[in-house]
């Protein structure tokens, strides 16, 4: 099978919506916890579920090595609390989440809550803070009391490591609970996560070659296992909480012979759901999922998407983009009663900020250029910047008002394309390859298509701080391609 065009996957089909969505990564889990070979055919686990209780959670969470069983062999990976994912935590809008994450590693680490529209000042989402091994930090996050329900999740994010410590299993979802969710039969979480290991079970680091393209893992696997089996109920209706982990992989879902739609992507709800083959998920983007299950066989693949070329195409082969597609897991639904199930309704919507003023325009562009001539200091052949500049967490990128709302133009000029992420604040997608959007779409990934752009207005609300935009294939941002923007 060819790979899906660039063209075709930002066209996304009635959306008219750039290429980036949802996706999920799980990697590996624990065989003393579950006691069960995770090779093909195993029934799909999920991660221990912490829940939040008189608007309050406190989880601990220790970053360590542990050995694990992966696609039926004995690994020796990174996990949070000694499974990979880590556990699932589940929270209210205006509940309080604190976690005290402990450093178990040999190495520096720290802690982002992806998505999550908290302050990145004192104990909040500070990626700055570099946690020591053997040492420990309480964050403590404050979600307001209008926080957009949906799929969210955690992750490392100490800069020159994040590609590397996520790739070997330090990962988690995070769920912002409705007041008063549509029922559903079940409620799954399902995290896709990529790796590639070594004869001996080591996580096996990228070459420099791998690190330019952004590496894709040798196994593609959802919560830790290899080909899970899904099992349902004809006429059940499931909600499939979809998190793509991956370092840098892109996903383009399908699962045939199902009724399934897709009702939201990363925080929030849409307006008008979308079938799943109109979704392309980019790496860190978030799917919510419906499926109304039919009886029968199939399987849940992901088709190859092209993410374009380095020197001419010369570096199709190492690491991908795949030219074939992958099985991610089965699914086996038997017969049951015939159910009539209410429709899911669509989200009620945020503030459209197409209708609003704008108090400011700016204008990024993500760039590659060969080593030493822009001054990235990236420590390869290519540099990974914007602006020509690379990462400096000591100068200031962007600063901004808190209160207004800005619109960015985000420009790529070279020839891959480029995830782009900004923390704290959602981002509307208003332009995405040249076509305008019929309905309000809110991202915290867009995905910026190689020689193209992207449109999004900002709503810079609640609290300003100090934090950082990137590239979200996350070996180019350990490479330089990140910038830091103030709020205040």
């Not at 012979?257 to 109109?278: K, Y």
């Not at 540099?383 to 200031?396: A, K, M, N, V, Y």
């Not at 390859?433 to 999004?456: F, Q």
């Amino acid at each position: 099978m060819r790979p899906i065009s660039r063209r075709t996957a930002l066209a996304m089909g009635g959306l008219g919506l750039a290429g980036t969505v949802v996706g999920g990564t799980g990697l590996w889990r624990e065989l003393s916890e579950r006691g069960t070979d995770q090779g093909g055919g195993t029934e799909l686990s999920e991660p221990e579920v912490l829940t939040s209780r008189a608007g309050q959670l406190e989880v601990r969470l220790e970053a360590r090595l542990a050995t694990h069983t992966v696609a039926g062999r004995q690994a020796r990976t990174m996990g949070y609390n000694g499974g990979v994912p880590g556990p699932t935590l589940r929270v209210r809008p205006g509940d309080t989440l604190r976690v005290e994450l402990v450093n178990q590693l040999d190495h520096v680490t720290n802690l982002h809550v992806h998505g999550l529209h908290v302050s990145p000042e004192g104990t909040g989402d500070d990626v700055f803070l570099a946690v020591e091994p053997g040492q420990s930090h309480q964050y403590e996050y404050r979600l307001p009391d209008d926080h957009e329900p949906g799929v969210y999740w955690y992750h490392p994010h100490h800069h020159g490591t994040v590609a590397d410590q996520l790739f070997a299993g330090l990962y988690g979802a995070i769920i912002v609970e409705e007041d008063d969710p549509p029922p559903v039969d079940r409620d799954r979480v399902i995290i896709v996560a990529d790796t590639t290991l070594d004869d001996a079970g080591a996580v096996v680091l990228p070459s420099t070659m791998e690190r330019m393209m952004g590496r894709e893992g040798e196994l593609v696997l959802v919560n830790g296992q290899d080909q899970p089996l899904l099992k349902g109920r004809s006429g059940d209706r499931e909600r499939w909480r979809i998190v793509n982990a991956c370092s840098s992989r892109f996903l383009s879902l399908r699962l045939a012979g199902q009724g399934s739609r897709v009702v939201g992507r990363d925080g929030g709800r849409l307006v008008r759901h979308a079938a799943l083959d109109e979704v392309v998920l980019a790496p860190g983007n978030r799917l919510d999922l419906v499926v109304d299950l039919r009886e029968g066989s199939t399987a849940l693949i992901a088709l190859p998407v092209d993410r374009g070329a380095m020197m001419g195409g010369m570096m199709r082969g190492t690491p991908g983009p795949e030219d074939s597609e992958r099985t991610l897991a089965s699914l086996e639904v038997s017969g049951g009663p015939s159910t009539s199930t209410e429709d899911f309704p669509g989200g009620t919507g945020r503030l459209d900020l197409r209708e609003v003023e704008v108090d400011g325009h700016r204008s990024l562009t993500l760039q590659m250029g060969m080593g030493g001539m822009r001054g990235g200091g990236g420590g390869g052949p290519m540099d990974f910047t914007f602006d020509g500049q690379s990462f400096d967490p000591d100068r200031l990128d962007q600063r901004a008002r808190l209160g207004t709302v800005e619109e960015w133009t985000i420009a790529n000029d070279g020839p891959l394309d480029h995830p782009f992420h900004l923390h704290v604040w959602p981002m509307q997608l208003v332009d995405a390859a040249g076509e305008r959007l019929d309905d309000p779409v809110w991202l915290d990934v867009v995905n910026v298509p190689a020689a193209g752009s992207v449109t999004v207005r900002i709503r810079f609300a609640d609290f300003g701080g100090k934090t950082v935009y990137h590239c979200h294939i996350l070996d180019h941002e350990d490479l330089g391609m990140m910038g830091t923007i103030l709020v205040e």
